[in-house]
């Protein structure tokens, strides 16, 4: 290809054999210019003026290095550099900035023809990819310092309860029940106690797991359903007596699973609490809890009568934050999420079935 000569401050122009390759320079939505040994523009396609907003003397008659990032120019200089040497440059990116103010990002492709002492470039407008970059790592930032916070939160409240707990289960160990004459009164502080202890067991494995000092591998360790159950029943005993609730569990097929024990109580208490709290009117509820294998996948089941969900309405947003589907005012919509995300980062999930006015059910499946 010949190439005419040129004067600064004018276009080097291409000869008149070369029409093909000129349609396709000007008609390119990318940018694509010829650039001097001496760092000049020695012509640029109609992209390049159109985005730098400067006039076509101008951008011939300043210094590339004019038109360049201040913060960009020492790498840019070496790059150049190296092209004169001979060197092609692939996916080089710097920024622009435009007779507006604007900054432009530009990833360029180069090739030198030493003999001429000029550089052949096209260079693609990747800001808009850069700005979602740098929008996608202030969002990680972000999340990863609420995480912090929640973390640090979750610590801080768990620590804060165990002390006045602790204090509470001291003034328990203090009375001597024996001296009560009533029975039902008796009864009630065995019961408020037993669940105080079911409370301090639950805040010391929790501020445990949030110091990091029980980490995820040493978390995992098999756990009898039987016992989780009746952690649960016993921590909740007042709920179930007082709502008539009737629980039979059937854990002969898979008498344990390998799981965070912590987890799996506060995935049947959020289970058997739900039940029980969405029941149907004038009915006592009944849960059925089952285990079993299939297809050598552990599953256990969570079975009640209550008052069902309309699923072709509800749909996948019954496993989404702040989601609710009943009229109680204490609902928040966040516990079946909760289950959800741990099952999902565990290797496990969670699936429903529901029928308004027949009931719901659930089917946990875990990680072999």
């Known amino acids: 290809m010949r190439l005419c000569k040129q004067n600064r401050g004018s276009p080097l122009l291409l000869n008149n054999t070369d029409f093909d390759y000129e349609h396709f320079f000007h008609l390119s939505p990318d940018l694509v210019c010829i650039a001097g040994f001496d760092g000049y523009f020695k012509n640029v396609n109609p992209a390049v003026h159109k985005l730098l907003q400067y006039s076509y003397d101008e951008l011939y008659s300043r210094?590339?290095?004019?038109?360049?990032?201040?913060?960009?120019?020492?790498?840019?200089?070496?790059?150049?550099?190296?092209?004169?040497?001979?060197?092609?440059?692939?996916?080089?990116?710097?920024?622009?900035?435009?007779?507006?103010?604007?900054?432009?990002?530009?990833?360029?492709?180069?090739?030198?023809?030493?003999?001429?002492?000029?550089?052949?470039?096209?260079?693609?407008?990747?800001?808009?990819?850069?700005?979602?970059?740098?929008?996608?790592?202030?969002?990680?930032?972000?999340?990863?310092?609420?995480?912090?916070?929640?973390?640090?939160?979750?610590?801080?409240?768990?620590?804060?309860?165990?002390?006045p707990l602790s204090s509470l289960m001291t003034i328990f160990d203090l009375l001597d029940t024996s001296k009560i004459s009533d029975r039902y009164t008796a009864e009630l502080i065995d019961i408020l106690k037993l669940t105080g202890c079911h409370l301090k067991d639950t805040l010391n494995t929790y501020v445990d797991f949030l110091s990091e000092k029980v980490v995820r591998n040493e978390a995992l360790e098999m756990v009898d359903l039987k016992q989780t159950l009746e952690k649960v029943e016993g921590a909740?005993?007042?709920?179930?007596?007082?709502?008539?609730?009737?629980?039979?569990?059937?854990?002969?097929?898979?008498?344990?699973?390998?799981?965070?024990?912590?987890?799996?109580?506060?995935?049947?208490?959020?289970?058997?609490?739900?039940?029980?709290?969405?029941?149907?009117e004038g009915h006592s509820p009944e849960i059925n809890i089952s285990s079993f294998i299939k297809n050598n996948i552990p599953a256990i089941v969570f079975e009640d009568n209550g008052r069902g969900m309309d699923m072709c309405t509800i749909q996948n947003r019954i496993f989404q934050i702040n989601e609710t589907f009943h009229e109680n005012k204490d609902s928040k919509g966040v516990g079946l999420y909760l289950i959800k995300s741990h099952l999902k980062k565990m290797g496990g999930d969670i699936t429903v079935e529901s029928e308004v006015g027949v009931g719901t059910t659930f089917t946990i499946t875990l990680q072999q």
Not at 80 to 100: A, P, Q, S, V, W
Not at 102 to 111: A, G, M, P
Not at 255 to 274: G, K, Q
């Open 63 to 163: 210094p590339i290095n004019g038109f360049i990032h201040p913060d960009d120019r020492k790498k840019t200089s070496e790059a150049r550099r190296n092209i004169h040497n001979n060197d092609t440059l692939l996916n080089f990116e710097n920024r622009y900035i435009t007779k507006g103010g604007d900054i432009v990002w530009l990833e360029w492709t180069s090739e030198p023809l030493p003999d001429d002492q000029l550089v052949f470039a096209i260079a693609k407008n990747i800001t808009h990819k850069k700005r979602l970059e740098n929008e996608r790592i202030e969002l990680i930032e972000t999340l990863s310092s609420v995480n912090r916070d929640l973390n640090q939160f979750n610590l801080t409240v768990s620590h804060d309860l165990r002390s």
């Open 236 to 280: 909740i005993f007042a709920l179930i007596s007082n709502s008539n609730t009737k629980i039979r569990a059937d854990f002969s097929k898979l008498p344990d699973v390998r799981f965070t024990p912590a987890h799996l109580e506060s995935m049947f208490m959020n289970l058997i609490t739900n039940s029980i709290k969405y029941s149907k």
